[in-house]
């Protein structure tokens, strides 16, 4: 009995694995970018950890990182890296996301996303 669970309990755990995927990597590309305000533009993540952001006036470059499904974006001040903005990642498919800004805290900032799509 006890051997039949263990090729059960593996089959789940390395199913649950593959569902997780690596979400930095299925970033990488250039995305069409819409935010919840109505404005629109290109956001480009790099694979050398770099992000551009070309959204109406906002133009911008930032370092990169994903942790815990957690898009973390930085910018480098006086040679220190400074946490700018923290988002967290909806993945609705391979070609649709869903960024939900983050205060702080931790806690999604109301009505401040950005639906990424290839």
Request: some cysteine; charged content about 25%; hydrophobic content about 35%.
């Amino acid at each position: 009995m006890k051997k039949a669970r263990f090729p059960l309990l593996a089959v789940l755990v390395l199913l649950l694995l593959a569902a997780c995927g690596d979400s930095k990597s299925d970033l990488i590309g250039k995305w069409t970018g819409t935010e919840s305000a109505g404005g629109g533009g290109m956001v480009t993540f790099n694979d050398n950890d770099t992000v551009l952001i070309e959204m109406g006036m906002f133009n911008n470059s930032f370092e990169w990182t994903v942790e815990d499904n957690t898009l973390n974006l930085y910018t480098t001040k006086d040679g220190e890296q400074e946490l700018s903005y923290q988002y967290e990642i909806e993945q609705e498919s391979k070609d649709n996301v869903t960024l939900y800004e983050l205060d702080e805290e931790g806690k999604r900032v109301e009505g401040a996303t950005i639906k990424l799509s290839r």
